[in-house]
């Protein structure tokens, strides 16, 4: 059975750095396409970032430049290293195990895949204030 668990978060000022990471535990498969999302109150959850095995990523607009995501597939361990933080990026941070298809993660379905997809983790709360 597949776990995911996330840990990381935390209150920073705008401008400071937070890194998050998850450890995707049980799985199996050869290939992943895994990603960090993101909701706040009263908002859409949103994609800010993926990544697959082959080292391929993806980014939400918003993040470029400041976020990086990496994945160490010998441990399926993803992180998401966060600079520059803006207190628009305050929200639940939640990690994704999404799926053994590559596809979903570099032609940009990822974006649009939720809880019924893959297994998500509980999330990690990022506050970033002003």
């Known amino acids: 059975q597949v776990h995911v668990a996330e840990s990381g978060g935390g209150a920073v000022q705008a401008g400071g750095s937070l890194t998050l990471s998850c450890t995707v535990s049980?799985?199996?498969?050869?290939?992943?396409?895994a990603a960090w999302f993101r909701q706040q109150p009263g908002k859409e959850r949103e994609g800010v970032a993926a990544i697959d095995t082959h080292g391929f990523t993806n980014y939400h607009d918003s993040v470029k430049g400041r976020f990086t995501i990496s994945l160490d597939n010998a441990n399926n361990t993803l992180s998401l290293r966060m600079n520059s933080l803006e207190p628009e990026d305050t929200a639940m941070y939640y990690c994704?195990?999404?799926?053994?298809?590559?596809?979903?993660?570099?032609?940009?379905?990822?974006?649009?895949?939720?809880?019924?997809?893959?297994?998500w983790g509980q999330g990690t709360q990022v506050t970033v204030s002003s």
């Open positions: 994704a195990a999404l799926s053994s298809h590559t596809y979903d993660c570099y032609s940009g379905r990822w974006f649009t895949m939720g809880p019924d997809s893959g297994v």
């Open positions: 049980g799985y199996s498969g050869t290939t992943l396409c």
